[in-house]
């Protein structure tokens, strides 16, 4: 536990770091804190604070910079919002494709980083289903869309089923579920698998699985705006394989979509500080996310990702602004 003396001291580097991308020494503290200490008692505190993991000193400077967990501190127990006058332009009532591409670039003009939404997520529904063996224990399941797209997945079996058996699976399917959420259809599978055959109920829950998975994986996408930003940050200035990775990232995209997944699982903002969410492992970068709705439910995911040294009050902000911007734009189309 921190006393409000160090307290006040960390909150007052971490904001003078963010302000000027120096590292802070004991003198530039001492006027920023306000608190009339002594150098020594400072860099006393200062050394604490480095015991702690909270800050770090570069190498090459007497000053010192917060570290990751130095900034989660900051972020959930100091940071005060300073709420500016935002003008964001308004939405336009609009395809969704374009209000998330519209809402990319916004987050990324108004914070001068990179912009992501996810798209909306719908109901996975599918129109058609068909079963192919493919050897042993290994079956091609063919899921078509109501819009006409086909998904291809490979299921592994403990059992080896017959092409009739196969055909009887696929027909009962798309008599009774064709046309359903997924979602319904595993309900009412697990309602329903007593009275069919073990080896066929089996058969059906596998299919619906990978169903599940394929829908999702065909409609979810993420829009991405002003990657180059990260470019003029000059934090990274001195190491641009960090960018290369970054960029990586956002050219295959995979793993910006489990972030925003599960950002979109929990309301109001969420921050992930240099690595912390497993899914953007770069102690250079953080999140701003926060999730967004359409007509009341959650469907979708928007953040900002810049440097681990960003304004968080300012960002949030934006974040949030610009998840309203959006929800109400796509609510209003019917």
Do not use: C
């Not at 500080?273 to 979708?300: H, K, M, R, W």
Request: proline letters at 4%.
């Amino acid at each position: 536990m921190l006393d409000d003396r160090a307290k006040l001291l960390l909150k007052a580097l971490v904001e003078r770091y963010i302000a000027d991308g120096q590292p802070v020494g004991s003198r530039t503290l001492s006027r920023a804190s306000g608190l009339e200490l002594s150098a020594a008692t400072i860099r006393n505190v200062m050394s604490d604070l480095e015991d702690l993991g909270l800050i770090v000193s570069p190498h090459t400077s007497a000053g010192r910079i917060p570290t990751a967990r130095g900034y989660r501190l900051f972020v959930d127990t100091m940071l005060t919002a300073q709420r500016e006058q935002l003008s964001p332009p308004s939405l336009a009532r609009e395809q969704p494709q374009k209000v998330i591409a519209s809402a990319a670039l916004l987050l990324s003009n108004l914070s001068q980083f990179v912009g992501v939404v996810m798209a909306p997520r719908r109901t996975s529904v599918f129109r058609h289903i068909e079963f192919l063996s493919l050897s042993q224990k290994r079956i091609l399941v063919i899921i078509v869309s109501p819009e006409g797209d086909v998904q291809n997945r490979v299921i592994f079996t403990e059992l080896d089923y017959t092409q009739s058996q196969l055909v009887e699976a696929a027909n009962y399917l798309n008599a009774h579920y064709s046309g359903l959420a997924i979602e319904q259809v595993r309900e009412r599978l697990k309602n329903e698998v007593e009275t069919l055959r073990g080896e066929i109920a089996s058969l059906m829950q596998a299919a619906v699985q990978v169903s599940s998975e394929a829908l999702i994986q065909a409609q979810d996408d993420v829009v991405i705006s002003g990657e180059r930003n990260l470019l003029s940050v000059s934090d990274f200035a001195g190491d641009m394989s960090h960018l290369r990775n970054a960029f990586e990232m956002f050219e295959q995209k995979t793993q910006l979509m489990r972030l925003l997944d599960i950002s979109s699982r929990a309301e109001g903002i969420r921050i992930y500080i240099g690595g912390e969410s497993q899914t953007v492992p770069f102690e250079e970068l953080s999140v701003v996310s926060a999730p967004y709705e359409v007509d009341g439910q959650i469907v979708g995911t928007l953040g900002v990702i810049g440097p681990t040294r960003m304004p968080y009050d300012r960002m949030i902000q934006i974040v949030d602004i610009t998840s309203r911007l959006v929800s109400n734009a796509l609510s209003r189309q019917k």
